[in-house]
């Protein structure tokens, strides 16, 4: 079901408005999105109405037109600061130049838009973008189930109502500017109410909107990384052709360890140019460390810095695992500091830092970390074969790879265990871990182990039977003994004080048989025993 809905717009170009969470209100948080959607996209539109851009309009009015009244505003505020929280859609803000006009124009009033007007913003920006080649939009609020849990009893009633109008908005939008609003939770929305009030708010509303279960299955991830991804099926075909060798050899390791069957590889190998380790990879990443900003969704669709379109206009190569690292790194050094992954982040960033003139030094070193990240040690251990998968198709080949290694070997950055050949970065512990082992290794060196036994155990053992028939009190002290010549041979067998000894053998550098003989030669006593 999901397919066919995504087949029906496949052949059609949206341009895709993110909403990111974090804001007060969700008019706020559409007019960033819709703001940011202009600027990355560079769409020269100039009807696009807000109390903020009415606001930023006054003052901009003051400054050409009444110089007295705007040279009083600024006496009351920082103007840099002030426009800058206009422009930033800070309510606060907005509030204190609603405080400020009457002050500032003898008595009037500053009228603020309705939140509705985001509405007909979004209306006219759909049919605005027609002429730059898109068929519309698709609003999309990633996590908006952390909207839901953060003001699940307090979402106002012009929230609900600009929820409602938006859907209508969607569900009534015409084939050449269509708008698509894709609401992203982790369970059904009105789970999240505990407010009966909300709950009814919620129902009054639910009807407009069409309820898709995502479930999270890696065949439908990989689905809709094929599909949101706009290629050129005979440039596909044609790669595949000249690099078939080597798309074979990584089918038959993903296939062959059973970490995805053949139809759900031949859909990883479609999502070029990502590389087909790179695509398993994101949607697993995403769920590990998935935010508002930073998610699956986001690197597909968003315009900024690392993601798939800015990868894609600037790389020539196959998209290798490396670039993963880069886009999900602020999400990584958001985790606890206890966890594997921020523990990971922070030992990258550092070499990648002292490396950064060297390319393939840095892209091993986020290759490595993702991987290390991925932690499925069973099918992707942190080891050279599995970094040969990671860069196959690429131009850092098998060679580049083992020279990296290498050489960051040689300057003492990363190890490679002895136990399983797992490679990671070197850092302190593993001096000090080192100088542990040492340490314990003198130790075992030159303890004596039947001093030390000695200096612990006393016991004595009585023949109880013995004692009982004569009326006396004999017994036998147990002596633990190093089992080598030079220590049998310094045994006092004379000595029977107490009336005997049992002497107990810690085996050496002789086996049992030479201890017997070296018994018989030595012992003048049947006081004394051997064991």
């Known amino acids: 079901r999901l397919e066919a809905n995504l087949n ?3 052949d059609k170009k949206y341009l895709p408005i993110i909403i990111d969470g974090g804001y007060p209100s969700l008019t706020t948080s559409l007019n960033m999105g819709l703001k940011k959607a202009i600027k990355q996209n560079k769409i020269n539109i100039n009807n696009i109405n807000s109390s903020y851009t009415k606001a930023l309009d006054v003052i901009a009015s003051w400054e050409k037109n009444y110089p007295n009244t705007y040279n009083e505003f600024k006496k009351l505020v920082n103007i840099t600061d002030f426009i800058e929280g206009l422009t ?7 509030d204190e130049f609603c405080l400020l006009y009457p002050i500032l124009t003898s008595g009037s009033t500053f009228e603020p838009f309705s939140d509705l007007e985001i509405i007909k913003n979004l209306s006219k920006f759909s049919k ?15 996590e908006f189930s952390k909207y839901l849990e953060t003001y699940n009893n307090n979402i106002s009633q012009s929230d609900f109502r600009v929820l409602q109008d938006l859907a209508e908005l969607a569900n009534n939008s015409k084939e050449n500017n269509q708008i698509h609003l894709l609401l992203i939770t982790h369970k059904m929305p009105k789970n999240y109410f505990t407010s ?7 129902d009054a509303i639910s009807g407009r909107f069409d309820y898709k279960e995502l479930i999270n299955e890696d065949y439908q991830a990989y689905e809709i990384i094929d599909n949101v991804i706009q290629k050129n099926d005979n440039e596909i075909s044609e790669i595949k052709k000249q690099y078939n060798n080597d798309y074979q050899e990584l089918k038959q390791y993903f296939v062959n360890k059973q970490i995805v069957n053949v139809q759900t590889f031949e859909t990883i190998e479609n999502c070029f140019p990502l590389h087909p380790f790179t695509a398993y990879c994101l949607p697993v990443i995403s769920s590990l460390v998935a935010q508002n900003t930073r998610t699956l969704f986001t690197f597909l669709l968003a315009k900024e810095p690392f993601s798939l379109s800015t990868l894609i206009a600037k790389k020539n190569d196959i998209i290798t695992v490396d670039c993963l690292f880069d886009y999900f790194e602020s999400s990584f050094k958001k985790q606890p500091f206890d966890s594997l992954i921020y523990k990971v982040w922070e030992e990258t960033i550092k070499l990648t830092r002292k490396f950064k003139a060297k390319e393939n030094i840095v892209k091993f070193l986020k290759a490595l970390a993702i991987i290390n990240i991925l ?9 050279i074969d599995t970094l040969f998968v990671a860069f196959k198709l690429s131009n850092f080949d098998n060679k580049d790879i083992l020279q990296t290694i290498g050489f960051l070997t040689e300057t003492h950055d990363i190890i490679t265990s002895v136990n399983n050949m797992y490679i990671s970065i070197f850092h302190d512990t593993h001096n000090i871990l080192e100088a542990l082992q040492i340490e314990e290794r003198k130790i075992q060196k ?5 001093y030390e036994l000695n200096t612990l155990i006393h016991k004595a053992f009585y023949p109880i039977a013995y004692n009982d028939e004569f009326n006396i009190t004999r017994y036998f002290e147990l002596c633990f003994c190093n089992g080598n010549e030079d220590k049998i041979k310094a045994i006092d067998f004379n000595n029977n004080n107490p009336d005997g000894k049992i002497y107990a053998i810690i085996p050496n550098n002789l086996d049992s048989s030479a201890i017997k ?8 006593s049947s006081m004394n025993l051997f064991v």
């Open 446 to 450: 030159n303890i004596d182990v039947a």
């Open 196 to 202: 009966s009030l909300m709950l009814q708010e919620w």
């Open 128 to 142: 605005e973008i027609e002429k730059y080649g898109y068929n519309g939009i698709v609003i999309v609020y990633d």
């Open 517 to 524: 003989t070296l018994y018989y030669e030595l012992n003048n």
């Open 375 to 383: 932690n499925q040690l069973d099918e992707f251990p942190p080891v």
């Open 8 to 10: 029906l717009i496949k």
């Open 88 to 94: 930033s859609f800070n309510k606060s803000v907005l």
